[in-house]
């Protein structure tokens, strides 16, 4: 908890490029891309852990991530198509443990992922 890489990003303790922000969500560039683009876009509290804690009262700020995500695939120009995606426990790959979502877009997608 203590240990939140991304919890430090919110506060400005830790570097990031940040793309964009809402009232609860805050938007920024992945630092190692797996494609042209590819933000992060996380509740500015960390109010999960990942989408397995998800709760009904976590609704607004779920609703304003969406919308932001496809305000910043507009704004980045991703009319071909984009994927938001989110990673939950070691065998889907998650590394950090508040809830984020990768929006990725710029190239063809592969289906199913990896
Ligand atoms: P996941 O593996 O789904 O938990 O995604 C975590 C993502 O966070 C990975 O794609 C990392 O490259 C990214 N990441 C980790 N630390 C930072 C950071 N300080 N700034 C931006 N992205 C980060």
């Known amino acids: 908890m203590t240990d939140c890489i991304f919890c430090r990003v919110v506060e400005g303790k830790a570097p990031a490029k940040r793309v964009a922000e ?4 805050l938007a920024f560039r ?3 891309p797996q494609a042209p683009t590819h933000v992060l876009l996380i509740p500015k509290r960390r109010v999960a852990e990942s989408a397995a804690h998800v709760r009904d009262d976590h609704a607004v700020m779920l609703a304003e991530l969406f919308a932001l995500a496809a305000r910043i695939a507009h704004e980045e ?10 990673n939950v426990g070691p065998e889907a ?11 990725l877009g710029g190239r063809p997608m592969r289906w199913p992922p990896g």
């Open 30 to 32: 992945d630092i190692a």
């Open 22 to 25: 809402t009232e609860h969500v």
């Open 77 to 86: 120009g991703l009319t071909r198509g984009w994927r938001l995606v989110t």
């Open 93 to 103: 790959g998650q590394s950090v443990h508040h809830l984020h979502f990768h929006l």
